[in-house]
């Protein structure tokens, strides 16, 4: 049976990657800044779905996966299970750089900014020259709403402290009976 992780990325694409990863990796390093802080404002939702199934559906609508994305590390403390793009043609100017985090094979965190189109504009995408992760975040929530694929906007903060005040309720609740 495939991990998460290889049921994902395609088996080419995904091969290279691990095989010119580390030269990659030591090469933005001296040029760019390869590791990469997701932040709250690229955070798009999460969405209960397979994960095989969501990223056919990026796949069907033009998302690529991206060989050359650096290491991003999500506030969530998980590691990055995918990393996709989205540019209208092949040389345009910006791209949208979606990012998943599967926490199971259906419950994913979707994190998503706009930036320099790689191929385009290498030096400025290396060196994250106007990344706008509002921007990316509100473009890719729309579309996953467009798609019918139902999202949750609320924080994982956020979540949790209303499971948190539901529990108390609870709790409360069984001791005063």
Do not use: C
């Amino acid at each position: 049976m495939r991990t998460i992780v290889e049921a994902l990325e395609p088996d080419v694409p995904y091969r290279v990657r691990q095989l010119f990863g580390p030269v990659i990796t030591r090469l933005g390093r001296t040029l760019g800044q390869p590791q990469y802080r997701l932040r709250d404002t690229e955070y798009v939702g999460t969405i209960q779905r397979p994960l095989g199934e969501f990223t056919e559906t990026l796949q069907e609508h033009g998302f690529e996966w991206d060989l050359l994305a650096w290491y991003h590390q999500p506030p969530v403390g998980s590691e990055p299970n995918g990393s996709w793009t989205y540019r209208r043609t092949l040389l345009a100017d910006r791209q949208i750089h979606v990012i998943l985090i599967a926490h199971s094979p259906t419950y994913i965190d979707v994190f998503a900014h706009e930036e320099y189109n790689w191929l385009r504009h290498p030096i400025n995408h290396l060196w994250q020259v106007g990344i706008d992760r509002k921007a990316g975040s509100s473009k890719m929530r729309r579309w996953i709403e467009r798609n019918g694929i139902a999202v949750d906007t609320k924080s994982r903060r956020r979540r949790r402290v209303a499971q948190a005040v539901i529990g108390l309720h609870k709790d409360l609740v069984s001791i005063v009976k």
